[in-house]
């Protein structure tokens, strides 16, 4: 069985102020509600306390004495009521006005609490019985959430009316030894019932705040592994894309090639469709590599690489470092003339760049030789026939003088080789 801490005046959270604010706006609410039910109650004693003295139901009945308690009543629940509103429009988040809200709130308890105990007083005189003060004091229990010390005023205030008054209003000793047994239990019962219910809305909060700090933390975690993942998933299309592209050079490599060469047979290659493969290489780079050393050879490779590339103006071609100092151009569906062309343009770009080389016996720039060859292609493995077609025009014009380009056909190679 759960035992509480009667005698706890707080909770033990960090965000004390916090608590003291939401338990103030808690009180209001429920302070509201009960106002408005007690102006309803005291309206209706009012009516009938007024009906009964008109048709003068009970001589012994003090009318106005009750009609008066029952208009301060009344009066005190639209006063509070009013008040409340003014701080609740005037600050919503009322921590400027936390302390006159407190007392605000212990006086109200106060006074119903203690008006409770004024009608048992005056009931004595009739019934003999201390009912209107339980009620007032179950209900303020209840509904207001107050700690050890604060609700000690209005139990103190309103006990010690009764308690002092209850000779001087009941004649009877033997009633007055009833009243005060039953009052001490009752009020020992009331104060527990009152300590369990802000015991547990005090632990119902704590756990609220945990709960808030969990969720926050989750939320954070979150936030974070999202930003992680974001990360990786830069770092991994980062990987997809350097596994893609040459090191050096940073255009396409071989297996962008394999790839490109799969998507063209998914969107490009038809019946009757033709593959342009056109071969190229630096003249005399190891000459140039030996001449101004790697790190100006590496220049080179790359503002060639860029120039070579530089004519890719759609997604059905591809330029790519086919390797040392060669690169491989190829399109589909390309008419020999707009290939020949393309290869003039790649030879007088390199050309544009007029990167010296002394130790060159054809140029004293940086030039390059191309092999061209065009094939009809039906299935990928015909890509090596391609390959092959434009490596054997790469060296055709090697053989010819280098710093030019030559085109092979499949009617041509035959007769190339066997001059060869």
């Not at 400027?96 to 308890?109: F, K, P, S, T, V």
């Not at 139990?155 to 009633?175: C, E, H, K, N, T």
């Not at 809305?201 to 989750?218: A, R």
């Not at 770092?235 to 297996?255: C, F, M, Q, W, Y």
Request: with cysteine; proline share 2%; hydrophobic share 45%.
């Amino acid at each position: 069985m759960k035992i509480y801490n009667f005698l706890k005046n707080d909770i033990d959270i960090d965000e004390k102020d916090n608590f003291a604010i939401d338990c103030i706006v808690d009180n209001i609410h429920r302070g509201k509600i009960m106002a408005v039910i007690v102006i309803g109650i005291e309206s209706v004693y009012v009516v009938v306390d007024i009906i009964t003295s008109i048709l003068k139901v009970d001589n012994r009945f003090s009318f106005n004495a009750y009609l008066a308690m029952y208009l301060l009543m009344i009066i005190v629940n639209v006063l509070y009521l009013l008040i409340i509103r003014k701080y609740h429009e005037k600050d919503q988040n009322l921590k400027n006005h936390q302390q006159q809200l407190d007392l605000a709130i212990i006086a109200y308890m106060t006074f119903v609490m203690s008006w409770g105990s004024i009608i048992s007083l005056m009931d004595q005189a009739l019934y003999g019985q201390l009912i209107t003060f339980m009620v007032n004091v179950v209900f303020c229990s209840a509904i207001y959430l107050l700690d050890n010390k604060k609700i000690l005023i209005p139990y103190s205030i309103s006990v010690g009316i009764l308690a002092i008054g209850l000779p001087f209003f009941q004649s009877s000793s033997d009633m007055l030894i009833g009243h005060y047994v039953n009052l001490i239990v009752f009020i020992i019962i009331s104060w527990l019932i009152s300590r369990i219910i802000y015991h547990n809305y005090c632990e119902n909060y704590t756990s609220k705040i945990l709960l808030n700090k969990s969720n926050l933390l989750l939320e954070k975690k979150i936030e974070e592994n999202r930003k992680i993942n974001i990360q990786l998933a830069l770092a991994n299309n980062h990987l997809v894309k350097s596994a893609l592209l040459d090191e050096l050079t940073g255009i396409p490599n071989r297996r962008s090639f394999r790839e490109f060469i799969d998507r063209a047979f998914e969107y490009y290659v038809k019946e009757g469709s033709t593959l342009s493969i056109i071969m190229i290489d630096i003249d005399f780079f190891k000459q140039f590599n030996d001449y101004y050393g790697h790190e100006e050879g590496d220049r080179t490779l790359i503002a060639v690489a860029n120039q070579i590339n530089s004519i890719i103006e759609d997604p059905s071609e591809i330029v790519i470092r086919w390797g040392g100092e060669e690169f491989l151009y190829a399109a589909f569906n390309r008419s020999p003339e707009v290939i020949a062309q393309l290869a003039d343009k790649i030879i007088k770009r390199v050309a544009d760049l007029k990167i010296v080389h002394d130790d060159s016996p054809v140029n004293p720039y940086i030039t390059i030789s191309i092999g061209v060859g065009t094939i009809p292609i039906i299935q990928q493995k015909d890509l090596h026939e391609a390959i092959e077609l434009a490596d054997q025009a790469l060296y055709f014009a090697k053989s010819s003088g280098r710093n030019c380009v030559k085109t092979l056909s499949n009617e041509d190679i035959e007769e190339f080789i066997s001059v060869s």
